[in-house]
Each structure stands twice: as structure tokens, then as C-alpha cells.
T-cell receptor
């Protein structure tokens, strides 16, 4: 089992709809959770971080964390073509406090 | 401008020819790290450094070396590159390191080993 798992996609969502991206992790003691966006040929950039159970909202983005289910998700409301990218879930694992483990990413495509 | 600078952006080399990829940050960050990105495998950590003269192995350190003689620089050295090291490499830094720190990434180095 991978430490951080994501569906590779592609996930195709119509413009204006809600895109829902999911991530599961294996280390129950994980402390910090991140969503990075990576455009094709570019480097990852942080868009959301979440540390406690529940929802965290920032503009059109909402991160959701459920530690009991070891599940973190990212919702993108009013999806725009500029949201088309690969979204990487990253988790700081309890087993090694100096390491962040990345999932393989979900490719999101927003269709006009 | 605050940034992580990697060089070169593209590199084609042959098996066994030593190479160095440079990484420099101007944000006075303590933590620096190298990742490689391969299709379907995501970002995998090669080495990281919590501070000057302090380095440690990540998940895939075989075939790589690093050094941290100065706070701002963290070069990645491939002593004898092999074709399985063909990959996209990213250097990243953060103020103090995990658990809760945002990582700033360089623009990447696409390496091809023939």
C-alpha cells in the first residue's frame, strides 16, 4: 500500500462545476496535510494546507480532513479552465517528522 | 524576489559522466530538499538538509550525493549517472522544515542520461 494514494485521473469537470479531488494516507499519526497544484512543465505550488479535522476554506478552494478515515480532499468551486492542472496531495508522516510524502497526483481537466 | 534557483534547466549527458545540479535559495531557509518526479510515481525525496552541514537520506538516495556547506546552496551530485536516473528533478526549501512548512520549489531540471 502506498503511503499517500490519489486517483491519477484524468478527472474531467465542466466549467463552473465543483471539482472534487481525494487522497488517502496510511500513517494514522500524520500531522500536516497539503495540496499542491502543478501546471504542465512547471513546479508545484502550495494552494492549501490543513492540520485539524474539518473544513478549511480559501476562496474557491476548500480542504477537508478526516483523520479517523485517513482521508483528505480538495474541493474547487466554480471551476475555471485555469484550474486544469495536476493536484498533488502531500502528507507529513509521523514516522519521520522531517519528511513530506507526496501522492502521485490527480490530473484535473476543466472543459469549457 | 524570493526564489529557489536551479541550474541547469535541461541536461543531457552520457552514462558515467559526473554531473552537478545546483540549487540556491535567497530566503534564508533552514530546510532544503531534493526530489525526483517520474510519471505515475509522483515526487520522491532523494536527500534533505535541516541545516548547514546536516544532511539525511530520503526515500531514493542511491546514486546521489549532496552537500550543505552554506545555508543558501544545496547541490545534487551524480557521481556516475545511469539511464534510470533520467527524471525531472526539483529542489525545494522551507523556513524551518516539516511538519507544517510550505515548500518553495525551484523550476526543475530535466535530466536525460543516455
Amino acid at each position: 500500500q502506498k503511503e499517500v494514494e490519489q486517483n491519477s485521473g484524468p478527472l474531467s469537470v465542466p466549467e463552473g462545476a465543483i471539482a472534487s479531488l481525494n487522497c488517502t494516507y496510511s500513517d494514522r499519526g500524520s500531522q500536516s496535510f497539503f495540496w499542491y497544484r502543478q501546471y504542465s512543465g512547471k513546479s508545484p505550488e502550495l494552494i492549501m494546507s490543513i492540520y485539524s479535522n474539518g473544513d478549511k476554506e480559501d476562496g474557491r478552494f476548500t480542504a477537508q480532513l478526516n483523520k479517523a478515515s485517513q482521508y483528505v480532499s480538495l474541493l474547487i468551486r466554480d471551476s475555471q479552465p485555469s484550474d486544469s492542472a495536476t493536484y498533488l496531495c502531500a502528507v507529513n508522516t509521523y514516522s519521520s517528522a522531517s519528511k513530506i510524502i507526496f501522492g502521485s497526483g490527480t490530473r484535473l481537466s476543466i472543459r469549457p | 524576489e524570493a526564489q529557489v534557483t536551479q541550474n541547469p534547466r535541461y541536461l543531457i549527458t552520457v552514462t558515467g559522466k559526473k554531473l552537478t545540479v545546483t540549487c540556491s535559495q535567497n530566503m534564508n531557509h533552514e530546510y532544503m530538499s531534493w526530489y525526483r518526479q517520474d510519471p505515475g510515481l509522483g515526487l520522491r525525496q532523494i536527500y534533505y538538509s535541516m541545516n548547514v552541514e546536516v544532511t539525511d537520506k530520503g526515500d531514493v538516495p542511491e546514486g546521489y550525493k549532496v552537500s550543505r556547506k552554506e545555508k543558501r546552496n544545496f547541490p545534487l551530485i551524480l557521481e556516475s549517472p545511469s539511464p534510470n536516473q533520467t527524471s525531472l528533478y526539483f529542489c525545494a526549501s522551507s523556513l524551518e522544515g516539516p511538519p507544517g512548512e510550505k515548500l518553495f520549489f525551484g523550476s526543475g531540471t530535466q535530466l536525460s542520461v543516455l
